[in-house]
């Protein structure tokens, strides 16, 4: 988990811990980027109760002097936490997210456990569109950059498959993002994972949980809302005809 030291991640915590369930015990591994100091002993006292009540490990990094960088500093937070996962697979969460419904991780496990080609399955914090924006290829919306989704059905589990990766709540395989443990730190670090994840994982696929339509699971709770207004605007500006496509 990646947290910039706000208060938002006790709701995350306890969205987490309400909806998502999984047979084997959870190891928690939280990077913090010190962004609010005044917040930090309040954070250090939650962590320390939530692993009491829940009987989890939290294991926690605290960085008083991030980068003033984003992408330098969100680069090596995550590069930091893909170096730290022990487990064949993992879970990535970040400080600003809530869950909307119940999740059950143990048929998604198996799943991935039986079919090696299956490197991501997230949650959609929208309603699954028909196709998804390849993002870090353009920043307009546009119907060159619009793919098709796909939707599959795995042993009883329907799936969509997409063209890209994310950094949105999802589960994942370890030995991919073991090799993103050393980010470059003047790239989204999200986008550079895109470009690079076919080199890796010539064979895998990325998988959003559900079928084409159905509603979000997961929702930010940390995005400010009129800034998303004005990169909408930004996006039609520019002559791009903005939708909301997952990514």
Not at 60 to 88: D, M, Q
Not at 159 to 181: A, C, D, I, Y
Not at 234 to 240: A, C, D, N, S, V
Request: charge should be positive; proline fraction near 4%; include cysteine.
């Amino acid at each position: 988990m990646t947290s910039t030291c706000r208060k938002t991640i006790e709701r995350t915590f306890h969205s987490f811990f309400k909806y998502v369930s999984c047979d084997e015990k959870f190891r928690f591994i939280v990077h913090i980027d010190v962004l609010n100091p005044r917040y930090l002993p309040d954070l250090m006292d939650f962590l320390k109760k939530t692993s009491e009540s829940y009987g989890v490990d939290i294991i926690h990094k605290v960085n008083s002097n991030p980068s003033a960088n984003y992408y330098e500093a969100h680069s090596r937070a995550v590069g930091y936490l893909f170096s730290c996962i022990e487990s064949l697979h993992y879970f990535h969460l970040e400080d600003d997210w809530i869950f909307l419904k119940k999740i059950d991780l143990n048929p998604l496990i198996v799943l991935m456990k039986k079919y090696p080609y299956i490197d991501h399955i997230r949650f959609s914090k929208k309603n699954i569109p028909e196709r998804s924006w390849l993002y870090h290829i353009s920043d307009v919306v546009s119907e060159e950059f619009l793919i098709p989704n796909k939707e599959v059905i795995i042993d009883d589990i329907t799936l969509v498959e997409l063209p890209l990766w994310s950094f949105n709540p999802h589960l994942g395989r370890t030995s991919v993002v073991k090799h993103f443990t050393d980010l470059p730190i003047r790239e989204n670090p999200e986008k550079y994972i895109c470009h690079k994840y076919s080199h890796f994982a010539e064979n895998g696929k990325i998988y959003m949980y559900g079928r084409i339509g159905d509603g979000a699971s997961v929702r930010d709770i940390g995005r400010n809302r009129l800034r998303q207004k004005i990169r909408k605007l930004k996006y039609i500006l520019k002559g791009g005809k903005y939708a909301e496509y997952i990514f």
